[in-house]
């Protein structure tokens, strides 16, 4: 749980990390424009999987050699999940860290951020899973697009107080963002989480630190 300080995302928006350039109009809506659309996306695609099993075939992302890929996949799978336990969290860390980096962005930037990083997370479960045999079988969730979106809430809120839900332990946004960073790459080395497409959760955060990086770079230009 994030407590909300308005008076830190003014300060951002004026001189946080993230670039001028990727910062938009402010939104005053509790669910901004761009979370409440892909809340909905992802909401729709899930009772999708449930009504249309065909979904379930076409749209998850398949190793490449496993004779069911396809290119549209590396998009697709952000959009589907596993349980509702999966849809849930991945949900409310899309709201709780979202919206306020959103209101930064503006919802267009905000919406194109979110696609690259969840592209990105597929690219690199592609990578790890021919380097891993048939370990992967299929890839679903958003949580490639959370984890990028959770750095740029870090880079824009650095000092602002992230409570854990378990266990319940308050941190600033930035050691936040290095923790989760660090046992994902812990977890996916390891091992210890089966299942778990731990290193495309990495995936979205590298790619989101170089839109990021790339938006810098054209700002100052």
Request: proline share 6%; charged share 10%.
């Amino acid at each position: 749980m994030v407590r909300p300080a308005a008076a830190e995302v003014a300060a951002a928006a004026g001189a946080g990390s993230i670039p001028h350039s990727m910062q938009g109009r402010s939104y005053n809506s509790v669910i901004p424009n761009g979370v409440f659309v892909l809340l909905i996306a992802n909401g729709l695609m899930f009772a999708a999987q449930i009504q249309v099993p065909i979904v379930n075939v076409i749209l998850p992302l398949f190793p490449l050699d496993s004779g069911y890929f396809m290119p549209w996949q590396v998009a697709t799978y952000g959009f589907l999940h596993a349980s509702p336990t999966h849809i849930l969290f991945n949900m409310f860390g899309l709201w709780m860290f979202g919206s306020d980096v959103e209101r930064l962005m503006g919802t267009k930037r905000f919406l194109t951020y979110f696609m690259v990083c969840v592209v990105g997370a597929g690219i690199v479960q592609l990578i790890v899973g021919a380097m891993a045999g048939g370990d992967y079988p299929r890839t679903v969730g958003a949580s490639g697009g959370v984890f990028g979106i959770l750095l740029a809430y870090g880079l824009a809120f650095p000092n602002r107080t992230v409570m854990l839900l378990f266990p319940p332990i308050p941190m600033k946004a930035r050691t936040f963002v290095i923790v989760f960073g660090i046992f994902e790459l812990f977890m996916g080395v390891s091992g210890r989480q089966p299942g778990v497409a731990n290193f495309a959760h990495l995936g979205g955060m590298v790619f989101g630190y170089l839109l990021i990086r790339h938006w810098s770079k054209t700002r100052r230009r």
